[in-house]
């Protein structure tokens, strides 16, 4: 997936392409677009290779200064002896990123008082709805492929996203 996702909100529709049509699809009135693309964010050291990352937000945006004492969460946490590849070795079951994961937010849980989640409740509430996100976007990006856009009526979107801090 090289090319980004153009949006175009017009004639109460939404069209979805990789360029801008010069007509609308719908009506044919001449069109202007803007861009919309699916990156990844957050705590990273590497700053490539993580264009086909799906990311996962655990901070409200409103908790934005969390964010530097995470860094320091996180960098005690892989420091850690748990992480040292020379004790523990990567397996597919149970050390794996996943694991990773949910070890360290459980940490900065425990660090604030406050108690750890769950495997399946991390799972069920953060990262399927980003997997069902992601699948939604690739099956977009196909149609876009095979029919050069997408249209679907004007919608808003009320749907709550879930949060821990």
Known sequence: MDVCVIRVSHCEKEIFCFSVPE??????EQLRGSRLQEAPSGVVRDQSGWES??????VRPDMFPLLAQWDRYLDQFSDGPMWDPAWHRFDEEHHNCFTFCLGFINSVLAAEGRSPVSRDTF????????????TKYTTLYRHIQRHQYYMVDRQQDTAAKPDIF
């Open 23 to 28: 007509e609308c699809p719908s009506c044919g």
């Open 53 to 58: 990352c799906v990311s996962v937000p655990l």
């Open 123 to 134: 799972t069920h509430s953060f990262i399927l709805p980003r997997m069902r996100r992601v």
